[in-house]
């Protein structure tokens, strides 16, 4: 762990103490920090190695808050991904109108809508192949927001970003990269959500479209999301990503507030990041390779101080014969424990 992480961290824990001191009767003062965090370990056993591993996949600690009524902000960093540490979000955000924001800085792009889920907010232990590799992008930029009605209510996001991720941030950029995102509520109940994602991190630009529609009630969620790439100058065969998957909520009245069993199918074709070449012919290399996959689960939750998810997933993969799988990407049983705090 460098300087700069300690320092940061140390200054969280302060004010997280200085937070739990504030009785709920005394005067709070509004630009102090709300404090946050998660906490994700998870066991998996890989049936096909017969190899097992402990992991903590996820340690973050986040800041928010606001310095004025129209000035808000967020930092969160993450002290364990997969055994490295990372900034996630460092961003400033102005609501000069009620309906309209400002945000700059270090951010999650706005695009697609499971790359966009919170660790605790995941329905299970482990994120879609849209949300892991082909959807999964955070950089460098600005976006401007607008909502707009009451009834079904409609929110617009876009942006402009660097495109060549979070440590590549002194880079000269003469192409513009970019991101939109529009969203819509119907009846409550159904949630309609498209965006584009256009980048060019190196000589090839990748332009990504995403539709994402979930249904939303008491006990169930079931939601389909469809990604398509496509790169410059066919430089590299177009991407087709998918993911489909139910989840139904049974109340408990002992120990745990709810058991949620869930089913999933998600796919995705061969992808390149556009960085990695041929050092020979020059052409764009594979960075994952086709596969299909489904998982079932079921996942014991606890909603009473803090947000508690016990998960037990199987996920079974299918290969082409032309394809390479990573030994993380095959027939795993997982059970994670994951605290939001």
């Given amino acids: 762990m460098n300087k700069n992480n300690l320092v940061f961290f140390a200054t969280l824990l302060c004010l997280a103490t200085a937070n739990a001191q504030d009785s709920p009767s005394s005067s709070h003062p509004a630009y ?5 965090g998660t906490i994700r370990s998870k066991f998996e056993y890989q049936t096909q190695m017969q190899a ?11 800041a928010s808050g606001n310095v004025l009524p129209i000035v808000s902000y967020k930092a969160e960093v ?27 800085g270090q951010m999650r792009v706005p695009f697609t809508v499971d790359a966009f889920r919170s660790p605790h907010l995941q329905y299970f232990a482990n994120r879609s192949f849209i949300a892991k590799q082909v959807g999964n ?16 209510p409609v929110t617009l996001e876009a942006g402009m970003f660097n495109g060549s991720g979070l440590t590549n941030q002194k880079v000269w950029h003469k192409e513009v990269n970019y991101a939109a995102k529009i969203q819509t509520l119907l009846n409550n109940r159904v949630n309609l959500t498209l965006s584009t994602l256009s980048i060019q991190p190196q000589q090839v630009r ?10 939303h009630t008491d006990r169930f969620h079931i939601e389909a999301e469809y990604l398509y790439k496509a790169y410059a100058d066919n430089a590299f ?14 109340p408990l009245r002992r120990v745990f507030n709810k058991l ?38 079921i996942t014991f939750s606890l909603t009473k101080a803090f947000r508690t998810d016990l998960r037990l997933n199987f996920e079974k993969y299918f290969y082409p014969q032309s394809s390479i799988a990573k030994e993380s990407e095959q027939d795993k049983i997982v059970l994670e424990l994951m605290v939001r705090f």
């Fill in 32 to 36: 102090l920090p709300e404090i946050h």
């Fill in 52 to 62: 097992t591993r402990f992991e903590v996949r996820t340690a973050r600690i986040s």
């Fill in 137 to 152: 992008t955070r950089d460098v930029g600005v976006t401007l927001g607008y909502t707009l009605g009451e009834t079904t």
């Fill in 206 to 215: 990748m332009t990504s479209y995403d539709f994402d529609v979930y249904y």
């Fill in 78 to 104: 993450d002290l364990c991904d997969e055994g490295q540490i990372k900034m996630l979000d460092a961003y400033a955000r102005l609501k000069p109108l009620t309906d309209f924001t400002i945000t700059a």
């Fill in 237 to 250: 065969a177009d991407v087709h990503a998918l993911n489909t998957f139910a989840n139904y909520d049974l």
């Fill in 260 to 297: 949620s069993f869930l089913v999933r199918y998600d796919m995705m074709t061969n992808q390149s990041d556009a960085v990695k070449t041929d050092e020979e012919s020059g052409a764009l290399l594979t960075t994952d390779y086709k596969r299909h996959r489904l998982t079932g689960g």
